[in-house]
Antibody, heavy 117, light 111 residues
Framework: VQLVESGGDVVQPGRRLRLTCQASGFRITTSPMHWVRQAPGKGLEWVSLILRDGNNRNSADSVKGRFSIVRDIARNTLFLQMNSLRIDDTALYYC???????????WGQGTLVTVSS | NFVLTQPHSVSESPGKTVTISCTRSSGSIADNYVQWYQQRPAGVPTMVIYENNERPSGVPDRFSGSIDSSSNSASLTISGLTTEDEADYYCQSYDNSIPWVFGGGTKLTVL
């Protein structure tokens, strides 16, 4: 059972990037799934959530309207589409599985996004 | 919206017990479960407490969690401290307006 993120890169402000989270050992349709980020030297910040039905999603105000969370059921993969990137989006991005009581019981190793001119 | 406030850092000696607090700014701490995560240097966060006081399998019983409605806070207590417990610890909860909220994190030093 694991999550593996990929897609992180160095990009200029205003550009777009898509992060991928490949799940194995469980189906992403059985749990809500999240993206969480951590800026260098900073704490954890929740980014976005997709519920089991795939239709209900929510995002933090800091990314609302710019980031969208989507999934590919056939590929058992979660994505984070990031548009209009800003310098303060620079962070390590983790995907995580929602467990009991609203916990995040499984995390990937993270993928690094650097936004710089 | 609410904020979870943690002390920036705590320190204690090996073998001792330390408690890290997490205070909710608005709404009741009892309204929604609180979780705790450990993040060792350069490591991935791992859950050490869920649903206020439950331990995932593999987490030693030296780790315990509680909530206190009178102070509107949650606490993580670690007993029998070892150098392996040195890490950042984050509390997390949720509500309907902002689904998931993390505390700012507490750096635990065991010296």
């Amino acid at each position: 059972v694991q999550l593996v993120e990929s897609g992180g890169d160095v990009v200029q402000p205003g550009r777009r990037l898509r992060l991928t989270c490949q799940a194995s050992g469980f189906r992403i349709t059985t749990s809500p799934m999240h993206w969480v980020r951590q800026a260098p030297g900073k704490g954890l910040e929740w980014v976005s959530l997709i519920l089991r039905d795939g239709n209900n999603r929510n995002s933090a105000d800091s990314v609302k309207g710019r980031f969208s969370i989507v999934r590919d059921i056939a590929r058992n993969t979660l994505f984070l589409q990031m548009n209009s990137l800003r310098i303060d989006d620079t962070a390590l991005y983790y995907c995580a599985r929602d467990g009991a009581g609203g916990s995040l019981d499984l995390w990937g190793q993270g993928t690094l996004v650097t936004v710089s001119s | 919206n609410f904020v979870l406030t943690q002390p920036h850092s705590v320190s204690e000696s090996p073998g001792k017990t330390v408690t890290i607090s997490c205070t909710r700014s608005s709404g009741s701490i009892a309204d929604n479960y609180v979780q705790w995560y450990q993040q060792r240097p350069a490591g991935v966060p791992t859950m050490v407490i869920y649903e206020n006081n439950e331990r995932p399998s593999g987490v030693p019983d030296r780790f315990s969690g509680s909530i206190d409605s009178s102070s509107n806070s949650a606490s993580l207590t670690i007993s029998g401290l070892t150098t392996e417990d040195e890490a950042d610890y984050y509390c997390q909860s949720y509500d309907n307006s902002i689904p998931w909220v993390f505390g700012g994190g507490t750096k635990l030093t065991v010296l």
